[in-house]
C-alpha cells in the first residue's frame, strides 16, 4: 500500500501482514506516517494498493487524538451510550465494556473533563470494543498519561487481548513496551520500513538507522 498527500508520498510501496490474535507494533520517528497508516487501515484516507482484512472483520480504534474538547458538557455514559446506539447495542453492552476496562460506575457518570488522563484514555478504550471488535487499532493509547498510568493501560490492553481474542495494532514511542508486548514489530521512516519479530527489529543498529540517532531501551528479564 502507499498514501500520497499531492506530490508528496508518506508510505510508499508498504506490505506486511498481522496474524489473528497477534500484536503489532508500529515504531518510528515523528512524521514517518504511523498514523497515517492507521487511518488509511480503517479507511479515513485514501490509499493506494490494496488492504486485505480478514472477511466480515470488526476494528475497533483508538485515535492519537479525539477531536472532542474536554470541557464539553457530558459524561462517560453519555458518551459510550452514543457510540452503544451506532453500534445497535445496549445499556448491557455499556455496562459490559466499563467493567471490562476497569471504569467504575461512579466515574463514567462524571463529565470528560473531570476525569484523568488514564480514566479518559480507559474511556476510548471501551468505546472501541463496543460492537466486539475482532482487531484493536491503538495510536499512542498512553499518550498524556503518568508513568503508572502508563504501565496500567499496558496491562490492560494485554489482557483483553488474551481474554477478549483480540488482534491488536499499536503505535508506541516506548520500546521497552514494545519488546515485551509485540509479537511483531513495524517500523516507519520517511525512506524505509522494516518488519518482524522484536528481536530482530529491535537491535542498536537498525533503530540508530531508522531514528537517525542512538536508541537505547531496557528490556526487562522478565
Not at 466486539?132 to 498512553?142: G, I
Request: hydrophobic share 40%.
Amino acid at each position: 500500500m502507499s498514501v500520497r498527500f499531492g506530490e508528496i508520498e508518506v508510505l510508499s510501496d508498504l506490505s506486511f501482514n498481522v496474524m489473528k490474535g497477534s500484536s503489532l507494533a508500529v515504531i518510528g520517528p515523528n512524521g514517518a506516517g504511523k498514523t497515517v497508516l492507521f487511518r488509511a487501515l480503517i479507511g479515513s484516507l485514501p490509499s493506494g494498493g490494496t488492504i486485505r482484512w480478514a472477511p466480515d472483520v470488526r476494528i475497533g480504534y483508538v485515535p492519537q487524538k479525539l477531536d472532542l474538547e474536554r470541557d464539553v458538557p457530558i459524561t462517560g455514559m453519555d458518551f459510550l451510550q452514543a457510540r452503544s446506539k451506532v453500534t445497535r447495542g445496549s445499556d448491557t453492552d455499556v455496562s459490559r465494556v466499563l467493567d471490562l476496562v476497569g471504569v467504575s460506575r461512579q466515574a463514567s457518570e462524571s463529565t470528560i473533563g473531570t476525569l484523568s488522563g488514564g480514566q479518559f484514555q480507559r474511556l476510548l478504550v471501551a468505546f472501541a470494543l463496543l460492537g466486539n471488535p475482532a482487531v484493536l487499532l491503538l495510536d499512542e493509547p498512553t499518550a498524556g498519561v503518568d508513568e503508572p498510568g502508563q504501565k496500567q493501560l499496558n496491562e490492560l490492553v494485554h489482557r483483553l487481548q488474551e481474554e477478549q481474542n483480540l488482534t491488536v495494532l499499536f503505535v508506541s514511542h516506548e520500546l521497552t513496551v514494545v519488546y515485551q508486548y509485540a509479537t511483531n514489530v513495524l517500523c516507519l521512516n520517511r525512506s524505509r520500513a522494516c518488519f518482524g519479530p522484536p528481536r530482530k527489529i529491535l537491535t542498536p543498529d537498525l533503530l540508530s538507522e531508522i531514528y537517525g540517532t542512538p536508541v537505547k531501551f531496557h528490556v526487562h528479564d522478565d
